[in-house]
């Protein structure tokens, strides 16, 4: 293990954020079972009691958690000169098998506790918390997934050894490389990819803005959101980093959160990971538009967060795009 300050703040905001979580999954799961607002047994009075803290506790370490996906990779561009052929993030990442399914956990748990938050916001406008069951629902599915990442992540930490050889950026994510995900990724040519980035945001900023309008397509927006998310982090790879660059064969992901790009990556990565949360959310809670103590301020809340999705997502497209026009490749 190597002993660095970011790399300790890591280990410690998981362990943390895993002990108070499985402890809330824990409690909500009694409220899934016994939760009768209706009741006023000792039992009930006792659920409703807790509730409130459990709620705020939770609130504070999901928040944490979509900043841990953030100083994950800040630390893994920190280290990255401790190593023989790491160059950023990317290298780091590679320094043995745990690094990028870290990074995915930490993906998935980001959207995952965002979700939560969206929810427990939407809860707390009602008097009789209308969807606890709900959101406990979700907490004891994310649960397992945060205890999941927690190990993963001190086995990536622990392993880490200073005299390992790992592959630069240029190496992973490399069109001429066979194999690899990264390899296929930066191989998909890049003026389809275009076409197919540009399209996918005007679809889902249309249907955004339908969804806004009209209030029906929620279900369609939140599946527009995430595509749109996928396209948009494939693209990155693809097309948007040559730009950025101005090198045709550098697709680094990561290189790009660098102060020699004037950290443009983590502003781009922020609009993307806020559209993705508050898309979805807004498509989820559709659902519960009707409940009787939620009618009145719910679709308020819907359309604040289809409205705040869809011009991130906006902004995210003119940010690609200024990137592009101002850049000195031509492709």
């Keep these: 293990m190597i002993l660095h300050p970011t790399v300790i703040a890591n280990l410690l905001a998981s362990y943390v954020g895993s002990f108070m979580v499985v402890y809330a999954a824990y409690f ?19 659920l409703e009691r807790k509730t409130y803290l459990i709620s705020t506790l939770l ?15 800040f630390t893994a561009d920190t280290l990255c000169p401790l190593f023989v052929g790491a160059m950023c993030a990317a290298g780091t990442l590679n320094v043995n098998a745990f690094g990028y399914p870290v990074l995915v956990l930490k993906i998935v748990n980001f959207i995952l506790a965002g979700l939560w938050l969206v929810f427990n916001h939407a809860d707390n406008q009602g008097y009789d918390y209308p969807l606890i069951k709900k959101k406990y629902g979700l907490l004891v599915v994310i ?8 190990l993963v992540e001190s086995a990536y930490f622990l392993d880490m050894k200073a005299d390992v050889i790992t592959s630069c950026c240029g190496s992973l994510f490399s069109s001429e490389r066979a194999g690899g995900l990264g390899s296929e990724i930066a191989s998909l040519p890049a003026r389809p990819m275009m076409w197919v980035f540009y399209g996918t945001m005007l679809c889902t900023l249309i249907g955004g803005l339908f969804f806004y309008r009209r209030g029906k397509g929620g279900y369609l927006y939140a599946g527009l959101s995430l595509i749109a998310f996928i396209i948009a982090l494939v693209s990155i790879v693809s097309f948007i980093s040559l730009y950025i660059y101005e090198l045709p064969t550098h697709h680094c992901p990561f290189c790009i959160i660098m102060e020699d790009y004037h950290y443009i990556g983590y502003l781009l990565y922020l609009l993307l990971f806020g559209a993705v949360v508050s898309g979805i959310g807004a498509g989820v809670l559709t659902a519960f538009i009707e409940v009787e103590s939620l009618k009145r301020v719910l679709g308020a809340y819907i359309s604040r967060l289809t409205l705040a999705s869809a011009l991130l997502y906006a902004a995210f497209t003119a940010l690609v795009t200024y990137r592009i026009l101002v850049s000195n490749l031509f492709m």
């Design 28 to 46: 909500g799961v009694q409220i899934i079972r016994h939760w009768d607002i209706q009741s006023g047994d000792e039992l009930q009075l006792t």
């Design 59 to 73: 609130g504070f370490v999901f928040a944490l958690q979509l900043l841990s996906l953030f100083l994950f990779v």
């Design 143 to 150: 649960a397992p997934i945060i205890v999941v990442e927690m």
